[in-house]
């Protein structure tokens, strides 16, 4: 029968351990992915491609326009993603200029666009002004379907005589490792997580306990 008790005992213990063990929310947390392609097209070279450069240029270039292009693949996607992002250097602004970013759903080649084959520009994404040279975030959440995106950025209007220098995805690694170069940045919850040997430890703890209380009581009866 104190044998039977014992075992109901460890068992009812045992459970209440299960029960209460404390997990940990799954924090907020990013994962990247490159640009698989980018390349940029001006007037003044309509038929030159660009997509080898160390950058991207885009606006009322000196005497012409350009535009950059840009795609990434939905490789690194995260299942259960709240964010997507495109992340841009633009470290050379030669004045404040209104920017805007597209969607482009036909193909385009790297080494192969030009001012004369580029494809349409399709719905607009972000309208922004970029002043300070620095890294630009684009939300494009609202637009991840199939298995990647391309957009296009370029000036809102040509009355404005300026344009932006940007950090390609070759030139990361031509200058240094840690230019930042054009990315895809997911967010997402990671999952919920227990903490590790916490029931075991509410076990052992819990057999600890009645095995002294046993050999108090046997010590007493004694």
Not at 84 to 105: K, Q
Not at 136 to 157: E, L, M, P, Q
Not at 208 to 216: P, Y
Request: charged residues 15%.
């Amino acid at each position: 029968m104190k044998k039977n008790n014992l075992l109901i005992t460890f068992g009812i213990l045992f459970l209440f351990g299960i029960t209460i063990a404390p997990s940990v929310n799954g924090a907020i947390t990013t994962v990247t992915s490159e640009a698989d392609k980018d390349s940029y097209v001006t007037t003044s070279n309509p038929t030159t491609n660009y997509g080898g450069a160390d950058w991207l240029i885009f606006g009322y270039y000196i005497t012409d326009f350009a535009e950059a292009y840009l795609h990434f693949n939905f490789t690194d996607k995260p299942a259960n993603f709240t964010k997507a992002e495109i992340t841009i250097d633009m470290y050379s602004i030669s004045a404040t200029v209104n920017l805007t970013a597209s969607i482009i759903t036909d193909s385009w080649s790297e080494t192969g666009i030009t001012w004369v084959n580029k494809p349409d520009h399709g719905q607009v994404i972000s309208a922004f002004t970029a002043s300070t040279e620095q890294v630009y975030s684009i939300d494009v959440t609202n637009f991840i379907t199939g298995t990647g995106i391309s957009i296009c950025i370029n000036a809102t209007d040509f009355t404005q005589t300026a344009y932006v220098q940007a950090r390609s995805s070759e030139g990361g690694y031509s200058w240094s490792t840690l230019l930042p170069t054009p990315k895809l940045v997911w967010t997402y919850n990671a999952p919920d997580t227990q903490i590790p040997g916490f029931n075991i430890l509410i076990l052992l703890g819990s057999m600890l306990g009645i095995t002294l209380f046993i050999i108090r009581k046997y010590k007493l009866k004694k």
